[in-house]
């Protein structure tokens, strides 16, 4: 009636039976065992493609920072002033720090020389995109200088004949 207690099945404990394989399980009697050697080669694969990931990755920010640039106000106001300063602050934090920033997150004995530098480049160029959002930004809000706000300091005398 009662379900029987801990102790009572620890007394009669039940024997196993052996149960049907379901009809899905496919025997794993002919498969061997991948080696250590193949193993290593793709966890070397995976560190590489992680590698390049980590240099793509300011990449994938610069459309969201163009099209957050594009709807922040053009006037001097303290949000977008402080946004575009963000724009211009982060990457040239994470330039200055890339071998840092690689060293941290991968593992450069996979990786040989030449596509180590060739990642550090490309990491590079696009933080040079978001800086280049930075400086679009900073023309529309008219703090870049241009040939008009000079016009007053050009001589500009013609001689007439």
Known sequence: ??????????????????????????????????????????????????AWELAYSPAKNIPMNL???????????????????NLFTTPLKDIFNCNEIFEKSVDLSVIDTYDLIMMKMFFIVCHFGTLLVGMWKLNNMGIIPTK????????????TI
């Open 148 to 159: 008009a706000d000079f016009i007053g300091s050009i001589n500009n005398t013609l001689e």
């Open 67 to 85: 099209i957050m640039m594009y709807f922040s106000p053009n006037s001097l106001q303290i949000i977008s002033i402080m946004m575009t300063i």
């Open 1 to 50: 009636m009662f379900p029987p207690t801990l102790l009572e099945l620890k007394a009669n404990k039940p024997t196993t039976m052996m149960l049907a394989s379901p009809p899905s399980l496919i025997p794993q009697q002919g498969i061997e065992k991948a080696k250590p050697k193949s193993v290593n080669l793709q966890l070397n694969k995976l560190k590489y493609k992680k």
